[in-house]
């Protein structure tokens, strides 16, 4: 739903909105869509696992936006972990084959840095606590509010004495300040590529079709495509929903050009150099990755493809793209999964691995309902490792089930990081919470464990059939978009037409009218998180299972004692270095494939 060094994820509060209000990046199927105000309910997620553009996700990690956002959250997916017995990496270093980043332009270069890192850890848990209380109780407040008092962190002079501190210093401390910069950098960048008051459009939020008499919005297509058994309904619902998306993408273009003009202003010669530096790679190298993906996977992707159109009774050659969150849906009656016992499984899985939830202080679990909580699960770091917080809502279905899940891998890793500085804690690369979430959510995945929660073999096996498509589709459509986005950034001609080659490519079919659109540019290369998050989670699953004797994972304290050291060494390492770690050869899509071709039963 990524980076490396010399700087990690800048993690603005809009990348954070970008994170937890939406989109197929970090947090897919558990977190709540922007609402116009606190006490309207957020959509039904689409159709678990596929990823669709939001319309709602912000068009870039570093613009807010257009509507009066809720409160923003630290991180609430940030950081790669290192494996417990490897080495401590001496500080940041430069991606290979990457050329020295272009650093801002230098002014003032002393700062009180013990008062810039403290400033920041005040406005981090201010936010924190301010999006609990929102998500919790429907306490909306000022997203601005945390900053009152603390503007100077986002100068030239700070960013630039920061940056200087960081250079100056080696192995973790290094490591903390590039931390450090990178989010102060996302939040300045925020702050500048603001739509100016009284300019800005109609939230995206607001975006609607019409549909059975009534006005649905645009973010709620793929549920009702999920829903829709009528082949030519879909067609007609998602030719609605093209429509209504439309003017979105005019939107989406203007908030990149204004962060275009905010990069140039800080000192980058261009969006994507400063994609690069937040990425931690060259973007050549990404689209690499992006490519090894797609022809990775394409054979096997070809064959759950059609085996899903046969059982839904469809032609292969007839799929388009609005028939994929029908084909992909979860088959599980809701019942089979009661949402009293999401917390009983979640704790369950742990007990497995020899990790006792209830007797962890630091992580407070409010699964109560109420009237104005946002009835999705999300964990939030408010100050980790003391202070971590995981709201959940007694809904039922498997797939409420694998969002329970999925926070709750999120929330491990924040509860078991060790003291240390703030920034190692709670700041860094979005690619690794999100890891221990998918490793987490994809347990609901797995024949045996379905087998256990209940269903029987014949059905077991179905649904791990069609989450292993899910969980595929969603990586191949992150490649195609991360592509397409280093294509656009690059100014190449026809950039939209080869967007909707690439998806048509990474789906296996065309789109006709498309209800999911490429109306987000993705400038600073947000996809790439959740790529590598998707590669690396494949990647532990087989280390796991190795580490277990080759038995399932989830039930292994072997496995458990390596994830709680691996936890603990919080964004100490990047996505690639853990990769490294797990003794892989760096991130690649041979596990993911083997993966899907294991749970598909091919």
């Not at 084959?97 to 920041?120: E, M, Y």
């Not at 301010?130 to 997203?143: H, K, L, M, N, S």
């Not at 347990?443 to 077991?460: K, N, S």
């Not at 048509?504 to 998050?533: H, N, Q």
Request: net charge neutral.
């Amino acid at each position: 739903m990524k980076l490396r060094l010399p700087l990690p994820l800048s993690l603005s509060l809009s990348l954070v909105l970008a994170l937890v209000l939406g989109g197929a990046c970090a947090h897919r199927g558990a977190l709540p869509d922007p609402a116009p105000n606190a006490s309207t309910p957020p959509a039904e997620d689409p159709a678990p696992g596929f990823a669709p553009t939001d319309p709602d996700a912000p068009a870039d990690p570093a613009v807010p936006q257009a509507a009066d956002p809720p409160p923003a959250a630290p991180p609430a997916t940030a950081t790669p972990a290192p494996a417990p017995d490897a080495t401590p990496a001496p500080g940041p270093a430069k991606p290979s084959g990457a050329a020295p980043a272009t650093p801002p332009a230098r002014r003032a270069a002393r700062i009180d840095l013990k008062s810039v890192r403290a400033g920041a850890d005040a406005v981090l848990r201010s936010q924190a606590e301010a999006y609990w209380r929102w998500f919790t109780r429907g306490e909306v407040a000022d997203p601005g509010a945390a900053w009152k008092g603390h503007e100077a962190l986002l100068s030239d002079a700070t960013l630039a004495g920061v940056a200087a501190a960081a250079e100056g210093a080696s192995g973790d401390e290094r490591r903390a300040l590039a931390h450090l910069r990178a989010w102060l950098l996302g939040e300045r960048l925020a702050r500048d590529a603001a739509e100016p008051a009284g300019r800005a459009g109609p939230p995206r939020a607001a975006a609607t079709f019409e549909w059975d008499g009534r006005a649905v919005p645009v973010r709620e297509a793929a549920v009702l495509l999920a829903g829709e058994h009528d082949p030519d309904r879909r067609r007609a619902l998602a030719e609605a929903a093209a429509a209504g998306a439309r003017p979105l993408t005019a939107v989406a273009a203007r908030r990149a050009s204004r962060l275009e003009d905010a990069a140039r202003a800080i000192g980058y010669p261009s969006i994507l150099d400063l994609a690069a530096e937040v990425r931690g790679e060259v973007p050549a190298a990404l689209a690499a990755l992006a490519e090894a993906v797609l022809a990775r996977t394409d054979a096997t992707w070809s064959a759950l493809l059609a085996e899903l159109a046969k059982r839904d009774g469809l032609a292969r050659d007839d799929v388009r793209a609005r028939d994929l969150p029908r084909l992909v849906r979860t088959l599980a009656p809701p019942a089979a999964f009661p949402g009293d016992r999401q917390l009983d499984a979640a704790a369950a899985l742990l007990g497995g691995l020899g990790v006792d939830l209830a007797s962890q202080r630091n992580l407070h679990l409010d699964p109560a309902a109420r009237a104005g909580k946002i009835p999705r699960a999300i964990a939030l770091p408010i100050d980790p490792p003391a202070d971590v917080r995981l709201s959940t809502a007694p809904l039922a279905g498997l797939d409420a089930l694998r969002a329970v899940l999925h926070e709750m891998g999120v929330a491990e890793y924040y509860a078991h990081v060790r003291p240390g500085p703030s920034e190692l804690r709670r700041l860094g690369p979005a690619a690794i919470p999100d890891t221990w979430g998918i490793l987490f959510e994809e347990v609901g995945g797995e024949p045996d464990w379905l087998v256990e929660r209940g269903l029987d073999a014949e059905h077991a096996r179905a649904e791990a059939r069609a989450a292993a498509a899910r969980r595929l589709l969603r990586a191949r459509e992150g490649a195609a978009r991360l592509l397409a986005a280093i294509a656009r950034a690059r100014g190449t001609a026809g950039a939209t037409e080869q967007e909707a080659k690439l998806l048509a490519r990474a789906r296996g079919c065309p789109a006709d009218a498309d209800p999911f659109p490429p109306a987000d540019p993705d400038p600073l290369l947000r996809s790439a998180e959740g790529l590598r998050a998707e590669l690396l989670a494949a990647q532990a699953e087989q280390f796991l299972t190795a580490r277990a004797g080759g038995k399932a994972w989830w039930r292994s304290p072997a496995a458990g004692t390596w994830l709680v050291g691996a936890w603990g060494e919080g964004s100490r390492r990047t996505a690639e270095e853990l990769s490294l770690a797990m003794g892989q050869q760096g991130l690649d899509p041979a596990a993911l494939d083997a993966v899907a071709r294991r749970r598909a039963g091919m």
